[in-house]
């Protein structure tokens, strides 16, 4: 895992965002843009750096395409920050 694609992917709040709304499970491209005040090609923008960093994943499906979680990099990122705090408490 690039830890600097993925920490640059979740500086901008809007990516931030999309994460949380993927929470609940998969979404198509649309459904995740009626949630902002951007323009479809901005979200767009935001969805392509995500999924460049592996924090999710897409699935064509007929004309849309579904977005989701990629739960193996988030578990990563946890994983390291938790044996950060282990050696401090050492």
């Known amino acids: 895992m690039k830890f600097q694609d993925t920490f640059q992917a979740l500086s901008d ?10 929470q ?13 005040p951007s323009s479809d090609a901005t979200i767009s923008h935001h969805l392509a750096v995500l999924k460049k960093a592996d924090l999710i994943l897409d699935d064509r499906r007929g004309k849309y395409i579904y977005y989701e979680l990629n739960t193996s990099v988030l578990d990563e990122i946890i994983h390291w920050v938790s044996s950060l705090t282990r050696k401090e408490s050492s």
Do not use: N, Y
């Open 13 to 22: 709040p809007t990516r931030r965002a999309i994460i949380s709304l993927l």
């Open 24 to 36: 609940d499970g998969e979404l198509h491209a649309g459904q995740i843009a009626d949630h902002f």
